[in-house]
């Protein structure tokens, strides 16, 4: 009898890896209560601050002083620099990018002075990350070269070291193009995050040491590439692999392990192990059991719990000792077959989290500045804003890069999981060096395969062939090198679906309404930004100049620099909310278009459980600013359609599903469904109604649907049919809510029969707000006699920093409503009617 496989057992036996660190025998260790001493790390210096930059130049850059040099920070880049020196406007605005683009195809010089570092030994030069290729020179001696922007280079030093020393690095220009008559393709010929190089979004190829530099000591046996990962989370059972590295053959010792809580509080453990080894490695794999596990888990589905590792190796010898560590979560993922499967061709979709098979409500990642800004406080915005949407997994896709140990860490922290692709997209991997592409993947798991928010590699974005020898390899190492996720050669593959029909097809937005996959890996629609964030990078004489000028800075800044009709296509999708005669009611239809094509979507699919198992937006963020498929723009600005995906993906929801967006005077049966994700509903009474307004904002129609205890995930609690004289008004207005042990729990509107009358949306009759400040809340209350639609909040002034729990929310007449902000200055509140 045969047995079914997945197409992951098929693609494994292809990539044939060696065995995994976790797949050797494990030896067992007893934790005992307490914490111990460490010795401290080897002595390490960094190099990071003010560097000198030159443009150009011979070899007498590695000997003389530079008379024409500029201050450049680093980490950064080169067009940061030259920014801050006032030698190139704003990339940012206008059609500056042109002139930051010349700069990404010159050679640029660094050199940065040090006194000798104290206190080390057998001193190592490291370099975290330099974009994209570089040589370099230490006290005029050639150190080497080396290529691709994830890690390294690395150089043994210690030979060279004076009490003044002089580090040169030459950066060499971006690759240039195979095809000159394709400008854009130069990043095929090296390892980047290459939506900066003119595809789309921003045509500045990336340039600069865009990491930390620092010279550390080495100790006399060195703790390598340390590996911890849970085994059995509900027991707790945990292995650590390590592998140990001496300066010389035959040496003992003890290696010294404590585990602690992180982010909570608890009890810490120790443990110690005996180490002799007669060559000069030795590979380690110990597996102990945490008492009282304390679980990592994602964003509406428990806490996540952090503990933190430190160990040490200890000579015997007395040499100098090594010291790591790291934060880790106790976490398990296994990917389990969808209904019916498995399927030969279909990867296993349904995602189980700690033995827990779970839905997974998600969007795709955007590199965050074409000009390498990467520092912690703007992840932490737009990670906050992402948990605050209550998304789960973010697809770091392969227009990207491996991200970086502060977007890691705060994932970790709040409760996002990442699918991390390769830097590879459309087959690129055949062509790009497979030396380069090697050394950043094996550099990478290495870096990243500790954190619990990493729950998924991939090969790369929309590789229509990824069959080759180069993708087989990516597979095969990250078995081997990690083994405890799965692998996907590409995105979409093995059955999952990117759909554009809506945007690039043409097609109108009710397509989406029948959009559906096991996973949905991206789809999306294009939206300008809030119009305080448009003006930001408008030069001031095309500030409010409406209909944008043909050629000018407004066009320029969207998708595809109106290459492919950007304009003309945006446009198509406005004039189904409002007549395009402004700028704002261009970014107000756009805006509406992107919350009507992508809201449905997304309920659709979490409906659809188990045969749906996830979905993921295109997009959550931006590389540089103007139109694009962000839900959150480049400032850090949410967009309305980013609080309307937020009502959606709601851990308890109730949704209405639409099979078409606008059906005057027809009869139709909308289906209602209640989604409780973390079982909230368990040992309690709860009430679904859905109410349908007219044109006067009057009712013409309640339904109430009413359970107790547990759903299972998904219901449809019944269905909701409104007569042909009911639809039969412009718009029509839906909003469906859940009452727990009769509170009010979760409230979402929607919008149809919009067309017809366009701009019916915004012509309804008036209510009033009004506003008041309690501590860190805003309290809006609706004191006319008709329902306030789609309140939201005046705050242009401070949107880039301004983080609200909710916005764009229906209040009835004479309802409030307590918002907790993180700034309460706004300077007002709005809704479609009240001015």
């Not at 590695?62 to 024409?68: A, F, L, S």
């Not at 003119?198 to 390598?224: C, N, Q, T």
């Not at 992508?598 to 295109?618: D, F, K, M, N, S």
């Not at 809510?737 to 979760?746: A, C, M, P, T, Y």
């Amino acid at each position: 009898m045969s047995i079914l496989k997945s197409l992951d057992d098929i693609e494994r036996a292809i990539y044939n890896p060696a065995p995994s660190p976790m797949d050797s025998t494990p030896v067992p260790v007893t934790l005992k209560e307490g914490a111990v001493e460490h010795a401290l790390a080897p002595a390490s210096i960094l190099l990071d601050g003010t560097w000198d930059m030159a443009e150009g130049g011979n070899a007498d850059r590695i000997y003389g002083e530079w008379e024409d040099c500029i201050p450049a920070q680093v980490p950064g880049s080169v067009h940061l620099a030259l920014m801050d020196a006032g030698r190139i406007p704003d990339p940012t605005v206008g059609l500056n990018d042109a002139i930051a683009r010349e700069q990404s195809f010159k050679t640029w010089w660094f050199k940065r002075k040090f006194p000798r570092p104290k206190g080390m030994v057998n001193e190592k030069l490291i370099f975290e990350g330099v974009c994209e290729s570089c040589t370099v020179w230490l006290n005029g001696q050639l150190l080497g070269a080396h290529k691709g922007m994830f890690g390294g280079p690395e150089f043994n030093i210690s030979r060279l070291l004076k009490d003044d020393n002089v580090l040169v690095v030459r950066i060499n220009p971006v690759p240039p193009p195979a095809n000159p008559a394709d400008w854009t393709s130069g990043w095929r010929n090296t390892v980047v995050f290459n939506c900066v190089y003119g595809w789309h979004y921003a045509r500045i190829p990336a340039l600069g040491i865009w990491r930390s530099v620092r010279i550390e000591g080495s100790p006399s046996v060195a703790i390598k590439n340390p590996f911890i990962a849970a085994r059995d989370a509900k027991e707790g059972v945990v292995d650590l692999c390590v592998k140990l590295e001496g300066d010389c053959r035959g040496w003992s010792g003890v290696l010294i392990g404590t585990i602690e809580p992180d982010n909570f509080l608890g009890k810490t453990y120790h443990f110690t192990y005996p180490v002799n080894c007669s060559t000069s490695v030795q590979d380690i794999h110990l597996r102990f059991i945490i008492p009282e596990p304390r679980l990592w888990w994602p964003v509406d589905l428990g806490e996540q719990n952090l503990y933190r590792l430190r160990i040490s190796f200890l000579p015997e010898s007395g040499g100098v000792p090594d010291y790591k560590e790291m934060v880790f979560g106790i976490r398990t993922i296994e990917m389990h077959p969808l209904p019916g499967g498995p399927y030969e061709d279909k990867y296993n979709w349904t995602f189980v989290i700690n033995g827990k098979a779970v839905f997974l409500k998600g969007a795709n990642w955007c590199t965050l500045d074409a000009l390498m800004r990467f520092d912690r406080a703007r992840y932490d915005r737009f990670l906050t804003l992402a948990r605050n949407q209550h998304i789960q997994l973010l697809r770091a896709w392969g227009g990207g890069m491996p991200e970086t140990e502060e977007f890691y860490d705060l994932c970790n922290r709040k409760g996002i999981m990442v699918y991390q692709e390769w830097p590879t997209a459309w087959d690129s991997q055949k062509v790009q060096p497979a030396d380069v592409l090697r050394d950043t993947i094996v550099r990478n798991i290495f870096r990243l395969r500790n954190h619990p928010s990493l729950i998924m590699w991939g090969g790369g974005n929309e590789s229509p062939h990824p069959t080759d020898a180069v993708m087989d390899m990516i597979g095969r190492l990250c078995y081997e090198l990690d083994g405890t996720r799965p692998f996907h050669r590409s995105d979409p593959w093995g059955g999952n679906l990117h759909n554009y029909d809506v945007y690039w097809g043409w097609q109108p937005l009710e397509r989406n309404l029948s959009l559906t996959s096991c996973f949905i890996g991206e789809f999306g629609l294009a939206s300008a930004p809030n119009y305080e964030s448009v003006q930001r990078y408008l030069p001031e004489y095309e500030k409010d100049v409406w209909p944008a000028p043909e050629g000018g800075s407004f066009e320029h800044h969207t998708p595809v620099f109106n290459t492919r009709e950007d304009m003309k296509r945006l446009s198509h999708y406005v004039g189904d909310f409002v007549a395009n005669d402004s700028m704002e009611n261009f970014i107000l239809g756009t805006q509406m278009a992107q919350a009507t094509g992508i809201r449905h979507t997304l309920e659709l699919a979490r409906i659809r459980w188990p045969e749906a198992t996830g979905v993921c937006y295109y997009k959550l963020t931006d590389v540089y600013p103007g139109c694009s498929w962000s839900s959150i723009d480049w400032y850090g600005v949410p967009k309305l359609g980013y609080y309307i995906f937020q009502d959606s993906y709601q851990p308890l929801h109730a949704c209405v599903i639409f099979s078409k967006l606008n059906f005057v005077g027809e009869e139709v049966s909308l289906r209602v469904y209640l989604l409780d994700d973390s079982d909230e509903l368990a040992e309690k009474s709860w009430k679904v109604i859905v109410r349908a307004y007219d044109s006067r904002l009057d009712e013409v129609k309640r339904g109430e649907y009413s359970g107790n205890g547990s759903i299972n995930r998904v219901a449809n609690v019944g269905s909701f049919t409104l007569s042909e004289e009911q639809t039969r008004t412009t718009p029509l207005l839906v909003v469906a809510e859940v009452e727990v042990n009769g509170e009010l729990r979760d409230r979402t509107f929607y919008w149809a029969n919009y067309q017809e009358e366009r701009g019916c949306l915004f012509n309804l009759p008036k209510t009033q707000l009004s506003m008041v400040i309690e501590g860190n809340n805003i309290v809006v209350k609706n004191t006319g006699n008709k329902p306030a639609v789609a309140v939201h909040f005046d705050c242009s002034a401070i949107s880039e920093v301004l983080i609200v729990e909710d916005n764009f929310f229906w209040l009835d007449p004479g309802e409030e409503k307590s918002i907790a902000a993180n700034r309460t200055d706004v300077a007002g509140v709005k809704a479609w009617n009240v001015g």
